[in-house]
């Protein structure tokens, strides 16, 4: 028997590994599974010595063992139609990365021996390749008979994912690597691929001089087959880049082969590449080093990708720029005086046609500052340039200056409504420093320092377009709020003003256009329509930022006056930025803007704030997006997804911890209704609310019910929120003598999923397939949940701080509760939301929502009170269509109910894997390897899936189930934490914000605390 066969199998398969063994012929297939090595090499051998049998192969990944009993340790001949073989599900997990080099001949033939040398040269190349630039290890190098082969070890799991990027690495060394000589078999990536047997002979055609049958054989392999790992995988299959997204109106600058040709950059050979072309250049133009490897590449679009694959010369990363830059060194520098001049004359032209006066030149900006600052527009972040050169003078207050950054930023956009800024908060807690330290980064000649009257600004003879004006915490007066209402419904045009002077001739007055506005107040600007046209921040007022306050403080005063600098570089670059930014005007376009979906469009002119977010986004990054030059002479630049990831980022926490953009609260509102929702109480008075917040009578009654300040009526909650009414009472007390006494009293009445209901809007997110039906509204959140940094947001951390109900989603900067989430009856049906209890039942989320609250409370018997919470007609459905609605897979009967401590979050969150309690899809959460799973059936135990919504609801069951001895707790006692000490000792669940001085052992969750304390007002 050949040693050669014994060799390979030892090395390919391991000690009792089953696998399978199949032979082709002209006619049949010859198959046998075999977990005995001895018998499968002496089978092998013998059926080698038939001539009719073209190859002898294996399956190379791991076989599921139980399909050795379908040919134990036999081949059978002629199999039969009824005979299986192994395929891709019977395959448990992928050991090897299978690479396979043919020489290119006509069908069914063998290699000639030039063929068959070149296709083994190339493997060493590719092996070389991997080795020297990749740092995979030795593989197992082989002699196909007609080709080579090369094996690397792997450990990957049997999925989509893997095989996805198997392909993908096939793909990348067959771009690599293929020619008119050999190719790289991209058809190798199933996981059921069976591979020759070496030491056995390949039979292709018939066997004459000059195309022979050969024995194909293992010629070297390491001393350890080492793994390798994934990462070096994805490097491999990410070294070519995507094709772009195509976009509309986009038209090709050049044509890459005559630029190549033109420039005496010779082409080695081309292919094509995900419908465009891919150029093997015949010399590295970056690198004198060496001379393969690099390539340029023309998607169908027109886009251009150049590199080089050598780790030394870039990896393969994006250097067209630089390559078109040493070969036309003076081009950028010509197109920047073309487009400069081009601007400044069509403004010119504008300008007199309008009858305006021409705009001022823009201010002398040294050479190397406009070096520097379209330096970072081009290759850096300027937006996170700006908010460092605001953390150097200002603490905290992130969203606050994301928001005056893209007000700015909207002044050069020329489709823009504009954006203009309003922030509410205490006084003292640092709106009017925030708002200077922004403007420090504002050329001067385009701010106005001080305050000034309505007069007056229509006087200004130096107010230049695109002025950044500020008010400061002082009462606006009707003339003024109506000039802010004509400068946000006409940002695009100069706002007009005729009077007389006096000698009785008329005048006409200007405020230039294109100017944005800085609103300062304690409770917002007292005019609906104003605060409805504006980006409304909360100020933080946090502990916590006070205490980063006056960190800050005690830092500064420690200072030398030599080390005090008082402008940055920093400072002078976002200066210049704007300069360069302020002599644009682009028109941005958002290719993807019938994908973007919202929760709530009552308030019409949010979507076009958040548009308007997307295009100030896009404006700050014009020379890193596509662009194009209109047949006007506009510069069209084209918006990505990244600029819909910032503007979502802000947007949301506008409607959620940093501000009130949705519902138009201030922060003490929306915190009074975070207390009033966390109560659980369906009615209530001030003196309540009182010992819940600590607040004054007064306050507490201002909020609710607004107040009137110098002629300005300033609305409460009664008039915002619709969940909160009140009714006046008289009540009959007893007094001591036995006299009775009727006093009155207002009792104010909450309705918890009103509230919640009207708490939801402000969501949006991409529609990732705008043709299908899809699931419902959840899925989508849920997929393009917000990233933003917890620390941006002005959070209390565990504090009742915001107008959301629910502390761990607060704490996440999230929207709102996933499980409280209802689709909008406008954007359902265009109806108006109401009380209707048609539209309530037959609302799918909801219905979903009930059901799975049923099944996570009904563990802790509270399932009659879970009913209790949804009433007839506002979230429940009949019973009939609670039994239609349909469970995942295997799960037949009511939903399972869970334990919070047999699940810890995914890594990575799972989107469209539905949850085991109900149905959804997007799962945050995963089955621990408990008890109860073990005990499972063996085709039950893979780890269960949840949502977030499930898991949530599990926590509030377990935590109202968890209660100490009543007298074991003085809240009385309990001071607010200001360090991490770990979780509840009551529930074990959420972070302890409350503890007892007196008793080290006691510490509580905000809900622990809270539930104390109404039982303590109710005892």
């Given at each position: 028997?050949?040693?050669?066969?014994?060799?390979?199998?030892?090395?390919?398969?391991?000690?009792?590994?089953?696998?399978?063994?199949?032979?082709?012929?002209?006619?049949?297939?010859?198959?046998?599974?075999?977990?005995?090595?001895?018998?499968?090499?002496?089978?092998?051998?013998?059926?080698d010595t038939d001539q009719g049998v073209q190859g002898i192969y294996f399956t190379l990944n791991e076989v599921n063992p139980a399909l050795l009993s379908r040919r134990a340790n036999r081949i059978k001949m002629r199999l039969g139609k009824k005979d299986a073989t192994t395929s891709d599900a019977d395959i448990l997990r992928r050991r090897w990365f299978p690479i396979d080099?043919?020489?290119?001949?006509?069908?069914?033939?063998?290699?000639?021996?030039?063929?068959?040398?070149?296709?083994?040269?190339?493997?060493?190349?590719?092996?070389?390749?991997?080795?020297?630039?990749?740092?995979?290890?030795?593989?197992?190098?082989?002699?196909?008979?007609?080709?080579?082969?090369?094996?690397?070890?792997?450990?990957?799991?049997?999925?989509?994912?893997?095989?996805?990027?198997?392909?993908?690495?096939?793909?990348?060394?067959?771009?690599?690597?293929?020619?008119?000589?050999?190719?790289?078999?991209?058809?190798?990536?199933?996981?059921?691929?069976?591979?020759?047997?070496?030491?056995?002979?390949?039979?292709?055609?018939?066997?004459?001089?000059?195309?022979?049958?050969?024995?194909?054989?293992?010629?070297?392999?390491?001393?350890?087959?080492?793994?390798?790992?994934?990462?070096?995988?994805?490097?491999?299959?990410?070294?070519?880049?995507?094709?772009?997204?195509?976009?509309?109106?986009?038209?090709?600058?050049?044509?890459?082969?005559?630029?190549?040709?033109?420039?005496?950059?010779?082409?080695?050979?081309?292919?094509?590449?995900?419908?465009?072309?891919?150029?093997?250049?015949?010399?590295?133009?970056?690198?004198?080093?060496?001379?393969?490897?690099?390539?340029?590449?023309?998607?169908?679009?027109?886009?251009?990708?150049?590199?080089?694959?050598?780790?030394?010369?870039?990896?393969?990363?994006?250097?067209?720029?630089?390559?078109?830059?040493?070969?036309?060194?003076?081009?950028?520098?010509?197109?920047?005086?073309?487009?400069?001049?081009?601007?400044?004359?069509?403004?010119?032209?504008?300008?007199?046609?309008?009858?305006?006066?021409?705009?001022?030149?823009?201010?002398?900006?040294?050479?190397?500052?406009?070096?520097?600052?379209?330096?970072?527009?081009?290759?850096?972040?300027?937006?996170?340039?700006?908010?460092?050169?605001?953390?150097?003078?200002?603490?905290?207050?992130?969203?606050?200056?994301?928001?005056?950054?893209?007000?700015?930023?909207?002044?050069?956009?020329?489709?823009?409504?504009?954006?203009?800024?309003?922030?509410?908060?205490?006084?003292?807690?640092?709106?009017?420093?925030?708002?200077?330290?922004?403007?420090?980064?504002?050329?001067?000649?385009?701010?106005?320092?001080?305050?000034?009257?309505?007069?007056?600004?229509?006087?200004?003879?130096?107010?230049?377009?695109?002025?950044?004006?500020?008010?400061?915490?002082?009462?606006?007066?009707?003339?003024?709020?109506?000039?802010?209402?004509?400068?946000?419904?006409?940002?695009?045009?100069?706002?007009?003003?005729?009077?007389?002077?006096?000698?009785?001739?008329?005048?006409?007055?200007?405020?230039?256009?294109?100017?944005?506005?800085?609103?300062?107040?304690?409770?917002?600007?007292?005019?609906?329509?104003?605060?409805?046209?504006?980006?409304?921040?909360?100020?933080?007022?946090?502990?916590?930022?006070?205490?980063?306050?006056?960190?800050?403080?005690?830092?500064?005063?420690?200072?030398?006056?030599?080390?005090?600098?008082?402008?940055?570089?920093?400072?002078?670059?976002?200066?210049?930025?704007?300069?360069?930014?302020?002599?644009?005007?682009?028109?941005?376009?958002?290719?993807?803007?019938?994908?973007?979906?919202?929760?709530?469009?009552?308030?019409?002119?949010?979507?076009?704030?958040?548009?308007?977010?997307?295009?100030?986004?896009?404006?700050?990054?014009?020379?890193?997006?596509?662009?194009?030059?209109?047949?006007?002479?506009?510069?069209?630049?084209?918006?990505?997804?990244?600029?819909?990831?910032?503007?979502?980022?802000?947007?949301?926490?506008?409607?959620?911890?940093?501000?009130?953009?949705?519902?138009?609260?201030?922060?003490?509102?929306?915190?009074?209704?975070?207390?009033?929702?966390?109560?659980?109480?369906?009615?209530?008075?001030?003196?309540?609310?009182?010992?819940?917040?600590?607040?004054?009578?007064?306050?507490?009654?201002?909020?609710?019910?607004?107040?009137?300040?110098?002629?300005?009526?300033?609305?409460?909650?009664?008039?915002?929120?619709?969940?909160?009414?009140?009714?006046?009472?008289?009540?009959?007390?007893?007094?001591?003598?036995?006299?009775?006494?009727?006093?009155?009293?207002?009792?104010?009445?909450?309705?918890?999923?009103?509230?919640?209901?009207?708490?939801?809007?402000?969501?949006?997110?991409?529609?990732?397939?705008?043709?299908?039906?899809?699931?419902?509204?959840?899925?989508?959140?849920?997929?393009?949940?917000?990233?933003?940094?917890?620390?941006?947001?002005?959070?209390?951390?565990?504090?009742?701080?915001?107008?959301?109900?629910?502390?761990?989603?607060?704490?996440?900067?999230?929207?709102?509760?996933?499980?409280?989430?209802?689709?909008?009856?406008?954007?359902?049906?265009?109806?108006?939301?109401?009380?209707?209890?048609?539209?309530?039942?037959?609302?799918?989320?909801?219905?979903?929502?009930?059901?799975?609250?049923?099944?996570?409370?009904?563990?802790?018997?509270?399932?009659?009170?879970?009913?209790?919470?949804?009433?007839?007609?506002?979230?429940?459905?009949?019973?009939?269509?609670?039994?239609?609605?349909?469970?995942?897979?295997?799960?037949?009967?009511?939903?399972?109910?869970?334990?919070?401590?047999?699940?810890?979050?995914?890594?990575?969150?799972?989107?469209?894997?539905?949850?085991?309690?109900?149905?959804?899809?997007?799962?945050?959460?995963?089955?621990?390897?408990?008890?109860?799973?073990?005990?499972?059936?063996?085709?039950?135990?893979?780890?269960?899936?949840?949502?977030?919504?499930?898991?949530?609801?599990?926590?509030?069951?377990?935590?109202?189930?968890?209660?100490?001895?009543?007298?074991?707790?003085?809240?009385?006692?309990?001071?607010?934490?200001?360090?991490?000490?770990?979780?509840?000792?009551?529930?074990?669940?959420?972070?302890?914000?409350?503890?007892?001085?007196?008793?080290?052992?006691?510490?509580?969750?905000?809900?622990?605390?809270?539930?104390?304390?109404?039982?303590?007002?109710?005892?």
């Amino acid at each position: 028997m050949d040693d050669s066969l014994h060799q390979a199998i030892a090395l390919l398969i391991a000690p009792g590994q089953v696998i399978e063994v199949r032979a082709l012929t002209d006619q049949w297939i010859h198959s046998g599974y075999f977990d005995d090595c001895e018998e499968l090499a002496r089978q092998v051998a013998a059926l080698d010595t038939d001539q009719g049998v073209q190859g002898i192969y294996f399956t190379l990944n791991e076989v599921n063992p139980a399909l050795l009993s379908r040919r134990a340790n036999r081949i059978k001949m002629r199999l039969g139609k009824k005979d299986a073989t192994t395929s891709d599900a019977d395959i448990l997990r992928r050991r090897w990365f299978p690479i396979d080099i043919d020489p290119v001949r006509p069908s069914g033939v063998s290699s000639t021996d030039e063929e068959h040398q070149a296709a083994l040269v190339r493997a060493a190349e590719i092996a070389a390749f991997l080795g020297r630039e990749q740092g995979w290890p030795t593989p197992v190098m082989a002699d196909s008979g007609n080709g080579a082969h090369l094996l690397y070890r792997i450990d990957l799991p049997n999925d989509e994912e893997s095989r996805d990027l198997v392909k993908k690495c096939l793909d990348t060394l067959d771009t690599m690597f293929s020619n008119s000589a050999v190719t790289v078999d991209t058809a190798n990536f199933n996981a059921a691929r069976i591979w020759k047997i070496y030491g056995t002979t390949s039979r292709k055609g018939d066997n004459t001089r000059d195309r022979p049958h050969r024995k194909s054989l293992v010629l070297s392999f390491g001393d350890q087959l080492n793994v390798v790992d994934t990462s070096s995988l994805r490097k491999l299959a990410g070294l070519f880049p995507c094709a772009p997204p195509e976009i509309k109106g986009y038209k090709k600058a050049l044509d890459l082969r005559e630029w190549l040709t033109c420039h005496g950059l010779h082409v080695a050979h081309e292919k094509p590449y995900q419908g465009g072309t891919l150029f093997v250049l015949d010399a590295c133009p970056f690198s004198g080093d060496h001379h393969d490897g690099a390539f340029a590449i023309q998607f169908p679009n027109g886009a251009i990708h150049a590199g080089c694959h050598h780790a030394s010369c870039g990896g393969g990363r994006q250097r067209w720029q630089e390559l078109r830059a040493k070969y036309e060194p003076r081009r950028a520098e010509q197109r920047e005086q073309h487009e400069r001049s081009w601007r400044r004359e069509r403004a010119v032209a504008r300008a007199e046609q309008e009858g305006r006066v021409v705009p001022p030149a823009s201010s002398s900006l040294p050479a190397e500052h406009r070096a520097e600052a379209r330096e970072v527009l081009r290759h850096g972040d300027p937006l996170a340039l700006m908010l460092t050169a605001f953390a150097q003078e200002h603490v905290g207050d992130e969203i606050l200056a994301r928001c005056m950054i893209l007000s700015m930023a909207s002044q050069a956009v020329k489709n823009s409504d504009g954006l203009h800024v309003s922030v509410t908060g205490d006084s003292g807690k640092g709106k009017t420093h925030a708002f200077r330290k922004m403007l420090r980064q504002v050329p001067d000649r385009l701010k106005v320092k001080g305050t000034v009257s309505n007069k007056a600004l229509y006087y200004m003879k130096d107010l230049a377009p695109r002025s950044v004006l500020m008010s400061d915490d002082t009462e606006l007066s009707d003339s003024i709020q109506e000039i802010l209402k004509s400068a946000t419904s006409n940002f695009n045009e100069p706002i007009t003003h005729t009077t007389v002077t006096k000698d009785l001739s008329c005048r006409v007055c200007r405020i230039p256009e294109r100017c944005v506005w800085w609103i300062a107040k304690k409770e917002g600007t007292g005019d609906d329509q104003v605060m409805n046209r504006m980006l409304t921040c909360w100020i933080d007022e946090s502990p916590e930022q006070d205490a980063r306050v006056l960190a800050a403080k005690q830092r500064k005063e420690q200072q030398d006056p030599d080390t005090i600098t008082d402008e940055t570089p920093e400072l002078r670059t976002c200066r210049a930025i704007w300069e360069v930014l302020h002599e644009q005007m682009f028109w941005v376009v958002i290719p993807f803007s019938a994908r973007i979906r919202f929760h709530a469009i009552r308030n019409r002119r949010n979507p076009d704030m958040f548009y308007d977010l997307i295009k100030s986004h896009t404006a700050l990054f014009f020379l890193q997006r596509a662009q194009k030059t209109a047949e006007d002479g506009t510069l069209c630049v084209y918006a990505t997804e990244a600029d819909f990831s910032a503007a979502n980022e802000i947007f949301t926490l506008l409607n959620g911890t940093a501000g009130g953009q949705e519902s138009k609260l201030t922060k003490k509102e929306a915190d009074l209704l975070a207390v009033i929702q966390q109560a659980g109480r369906s009615e209530f008075t001030i003196q309540d609310l009182q010992r819940l917040t600590g607040s004054s009578y007064s306050s507490i009654y201002r909020t609710i019910k607004g107040y009137d300040s110098r002629g300005k009526n300033y609305t409460g909650l009664l008039e915002k929120c619709p969940a909160l009414s009140y009714t006046d009472r008289t009540v009959t007390m007893n007094e001591e003598d036995g006299i009775n006494v009727r006093r009155r009293t207002e009792a104010y009445a909450w309705d918890p999923e009103l509230y919640r209901y009207w708490a939801s809007g402000g969501a949006c997110w991409l529609d990732r397939d705008p043709g299908g039906d899809g699931p419902g509204p959840l899925q989508p959140l849920q997929q393009d949940s917000c990233s933003f940094p917890a620390g941006a947001g002005n959070d209390r951390d565990g504090s009742v701080s915001s107008g959301f109900p629910n502390n761990a989603h607060r704490k996440e900067n999230s929207v709102l509760k996933t499980d409280d989430l209802q689709q909008s009856q406008e954007f359902a049906g265009g109806q108006e939301p109401g009380p209707d209890p048609d539209h309530s039942v037959h609302d799918p989320e909801s219905a979903a929502t009930a059901i799975q609250n049923e099944a996570i409370m009904a563990q802790s018997g509270n399932l009659e009170t879970q009913h209790s919470r949804f009433p007839s007609g506002r979230c429940t459905q009949p019973a009939a269509t609670m039994q239609a609605t349909s469970f995942p897979a295997g799960n037949d009967e009511r939903p399972r109910t869970i334990r919070v401590a047999d699940y810890k979050p995914l890594d990575i969150p799972e989107p469209g894997t539905p949850c085991c309690v109900c149905g959804k899809k997007g799962s945050w959460f995963v089955e621990k390897l408990t008890t109860e799973r073990r005990a499972r059936p063996r085709d039950q135990q893979d780890a269960r899936r949840i949502c977030r919504s499930c898991h949530a609801l599990a926590v509030k069951a377990e935590q109202s189930a968890r209660q100490p001895l009543p007298g074991t707790v003085d809240v009385s006692r309990c001071t607010r934490l200001t360090v991490d000490v770990g979780k509840c000792s009551i529930c074990g669940l959420e972070k302890a914000v409350w503890a007892d001085p007196s008793d080290v052992g006691v510490h509580l969750c905000e809900h622990c605390y809270e539930r104390e304390v109404r039982g303590r007002m109710a005892g």
